[in-house]
């Protein structure tokens, strides 16, 4: 082929390419302006000052922003802590919502589109407008929208999608972990049992109900430090127990919640069985979560807990139990070798003149380096 036809071949294939990329970039274009041509409000979701989701037979969970990124439960109790990312989505998803369709101007029989009792109402303060409150009834019938409602307006229909982003109940909109950051390392875990009393011991040989018993302190300088205990005595800490421990405490996920639990004494928790507290790598104050009974009548083995300082009662894993010392030197190092078996790279054995060096290449295999 001549030089020439090559690079008319080549320059038609350029502007085809360049052709091909431009009706790409203009469909898509085209296709954004369409979204936002169908969007309900012209907001955007930082602009989302307060919210409230109410779903049929549950109550209304209120919440207000206070900072970026920030949020604050105010209903159905206030010392409910949010889980912030989920709040700043859902207040994302509600100004991105669109209309796919107007239905009807001004609809006459709201059962029709089950309206009279809306599967869920959103309400919103909106910085620089008025109070929103946007409805949803069913499913239309091609199973792709539902009906919505923005205060007395059209009857319009929105993606079941974006409905399920909104449709967030209190158990979701909570915070439900144990600890308040569970991306930050702890540093340091107290442990105590507390008296709950003895029927069949003489009054005069108990301690007083509610009384700590020895405490017990685990700490470490830096994530991925090495556990030391330092309470009741300093020595090295069982590294497998303590990390064991810290790691059920740090990620552990509560359910069940009762946030108006009446009398503590139902779940063991007036006083508590035990205390746990926890400090982190992020310098929050030090939490404490105290221990209750566990639960008699439920099929999955939990245990009551509570955050001090919180109303709310939750259930947490039963295994958790289980890790717990019984003893308060159950978590000290009583091994005379005390440190991580993954650590260990050389074994040097001798007994009399005899005696053999094991050591681990680069691969994790022990190799016999003496004797040859």
Known sequence: MRPRSTLVLVAVLVLLCAGYWGMNSLRARRVEEAQQARRIFDFE????????????????????????????????????????????????????????????????????????????????????????????????????????????GPLFLVPTESFFELNRSLEELRHRFLVE?????ILEVQFAWVWTGN??????????????ST??????????????????VEAPANQERAEEFVKEVQFAV???????????????????????????SAGGRAQ????????????????????AGRQAVFQVDAHLLTLLPRTPLQWRENRLLTRRVTDIRRIDYRRGGDGFVLEKDGAGEWKLVSPA
């Open 45 to 152: 979701g930082a602009r989302v000052k307060r919210m409230g989701i109410a779903q049929i037979n549950q109550p209304v969970v209120e919440g207000e922003r206070v900072a970026e990124g920030q949020w604050r439960i105010t209903a159905p109790n206030d010392t409910i802590p949010p889980l912030h990312p989920l709040w700043d989505r859902v207040a994302e998803r509600l100004a991105g919502l669109v209309n796919q369709r107007t239905v009807v101007g001004s609809p006459g029989d709201l059962a029709q589109y089950g309206l009279d009792v809306p599967a869920l109402t959103v309400t919103a303060e909106v910085e620089g407008r008025a109070p929103l409150r946007l409805v949803f009834g069913d499913v239309e019938p091609t199973q792709r929208n539902r009906y919505a409602r923005l205060d007395d």
């Open 181 to 185: 950051n569970r991306e930050a390392d």
């Open 199 to 212: 029927p069949d011991a003489p009054e005069e040989e108990q301690p007083e109900l509610g009384e700590e």
């Open 215 to 232: 405490v017990i302190t685990l700490k470490r300088d830096a994530p991925g430090a090495p556990w030391r205990m330092a309470s009741p």
């Open 254 to 280: 509560c359910r069940n919640y009762v946030d108006n639990p009446g009398d503590l004494s139902d779940y063991g928790l007036k006083p508590p069985a035990a205390r746990i507290t926890v400090a982190d």
């Open 288 to 307: 404490n979560i105290l221990i209750g009974a566990l639960d008699a009548q439920g099929g999955r083995g939990g245990v009551y807990a509570q955050i």
